[in-house]
């Protein structure tokens, strides 16, 4: 009976993320949900420093998000489970990570700008992992706001379905709220919520708008088609049904709009997760299909953040099947280890309520363990399971760090450590040469904000060297027939191996290419596949480090022959043959240095566009394009990312501080 009343439970739980760009309001749509839903008895402003999930010192200095941060509520009874993710791109790796254990997600957008670079990134993850989402264009009492251009640019450039289920109202200039499509109806908002019939200036663009979405919907759905045919048109029953299905199956995306700053378009927005967006139910099984949402089911849980705070660690987990109590003990599958349950913790934002457990569907903060990563498996000791990572986001820009006093160095280096183990797109390490330590990150602003919490949190003085991007290494023309055999013989069993490799680049026509390739077209069985194996990981080792001094991507090996000893060769013998005969092979190979490049996006008033464009081009920036909008212009340009530093100061000079910009990264390309 409980394991029915728990099931039951679940189909009334929503895990969403909020996505946006930055500034597109997320926050402020995520404080006016907890507003609505009696969390708090105050709106929450930005501008103000006074939200919620925004509650860290350097998030309400900067005005942007920078943690995600999850908080509970209740709607229409359903629990809601919000994470507000970061817009910065600087902080991806944190939208990484929450979308691997979200179910669903709200996609805000400026109406006015419509979709952004980092609306399009965040946007792409998604998709990786399968999130069905609905869309929220906000700001719309903006100068220039415009639903139709912004669901055209979501089309365009996202390349789903976007179906518009609101049309906007307005009274002369002035945005009072919107029409329902599916229940056909007028909300405004004059001091709350008020309900009303369609405006007869409206009805003709509402009859119109409410057949287009019918006859999309119909275009997609079985059912819906049906009752098309035989009445002429759908119910809101239908369509809501066939929207929800066609939401969950990733093959449209809702869209609706409004306002979050003055409070119109929230409570719809809330109708419409609650309509559109998946239970844990109606999620695939995990653990390669072992798992589903089932409290009976055996515990599968992952690790998704880690946060040191003064008080101890917490470890954030979704809980994917079966149940989790106080007091138990679980196995990490990834750390191979067991670990304690000492308590469990309902999060609200930085606010956190104690609870007996946690079952399938329920993302919450856990005390006790002691050594869990990022990334881990949390399971029934008796059933182990292993679930997938969140993909790891790799560092582009280190810096040099080093403690002013000699007494802070072995503070700081344990400081660094936990700040990594915290952060898996930080990474820590020692120069060999220099004996510096380097911390590496996503930008320039990730390393300001890490160094920051470093002076902040952990009361360290630190001196900070200038920012150095990753550079890589490719082979420009490659070398063919190398032959190359590892013989050692130092008493007892020896090494023997004979390889002979092609090496070359990964894409002939692109140099800028990233990633490697291993083939064999070895004939014969003159090298056993498990040999192959072993040539092919000595050869990922060569590459992490090339004849220039930095990794190599961009490469295709192929093994085209070799031998074996009858006694000596083995799985070392050919993986250290693999690893050497690639370093002989990258020495003689023409090789070149790629550099990380970002597409740059600024907003610059119009008399100062001049300024800007001839700034980009000392930077070696290329503009791909440029977008006129009401007195300003928003360039759109490719820039390595080694002359991006400093430059919000000089966008600011050149500007008279009215210049804005973002990043997002674009790849590799040859450096000059």
Known sequence: MRTNISRHT????????????????????TERILFLTGITHKRGEVHDGTTVTDFDPQERDRGITIFAAAVSCRWAGHRLTVIDTPGHVDFSDEVERSLRVLDGAVAVFDAVAGVEPQSESVWRRADRYGVPRIAFVNKMDRAGADLTAAVASIRERLHPVPLPVQLPVYSGDVFTGVVDLVRPR???????????????????????????????VAERNAAALEEFVEHSGLSADTLTAALRELTLAGEVVPVLCGAAYRDIGIEPLLDAVVAYLPSPLDRPAVGD??????????????????????????????????????????????????????????????????????????????????????????????????????????PVVSVAVEAKS????????????RLADEDPSLTVRTDPETGQTLLAGLGELHLEVVVEKLRRERGLSVTVGRPQVAYRETVVRGVRGLTYRHVKQDGGSGQWAHIVLDVRPLNESEPGATGFEFESTVVGGRVPAE??????????????????????????????DGATHSKDSSDLAFRTAGRLGVREALRACAMAVLEPVVELTATVPEDYVGAVL??????????????????TMVLTAEVPLAELFGYATRLRSRTQGRGTFTTRPLGYALAP
């Open 10 to 29: 679940l189909a009334t739980v929503r895990n969403l993320g909020i996505l946006a760009h930055v500034d597109a309001g997320k926050t402020t749509v």
């Open 186 to 216: 007028a909300l405004h908002w004059d001091g709350g919520l008020v309900e009303g019939p369609v405006p007869d200036r409206l009805a003709a663009d509402v009859a119109r708008a409410r057949r287009e979405l019918e006859e999309a």
């Open 406 to 417: 000699s007494a802070d160095t072995e503070k700081l280096a344990v400081a660094l450590a």
């Open 289 to 394: 299909g072992s798992r589903d949402a089932d409290p009976a089911q055996p515990l599968a849980a992952l690790a998704f953040k880690v946060h040191a705070t003064p008080t101890g660690r917490l470890t954030f987990v979704r809980v994917y099947s079966g149940v989790m109590t106080k007091g138990d003990t679980v196995f990490d599958a990834s750390g191979g280890r067991r670990e304690r349950i000492a308590r469990i913790l309902r999060v609200q934002a930085d606010r956190h309520e104690e609870v007996e457990s946690a079952i399938a569907g329920d993302i919450v903060a856990l005390v006790g363990p002691k050594a869990v990563r990022v990334g881990a498996t949390l399971c029934a000791p008796d059933a182990p399971v292993q679930l997938e990572p969140p993909a790891p986001t790799e």
């Open 614 to 631: 001839g700034d980009l081009a000392a930077r070696r920036g290329r503009v791909t394009g440029s977008v006129t909008r009401i007195g």
């Open 531 to 560: 040999f192959v194996r072993a040539v092919e990981a000595g050869c990922r080792d060569a590459l992490a480090e090339g004849p220039l001094g930095h990794p190599v991507t961009g490469v295709r090996v192929t093994l085209t």
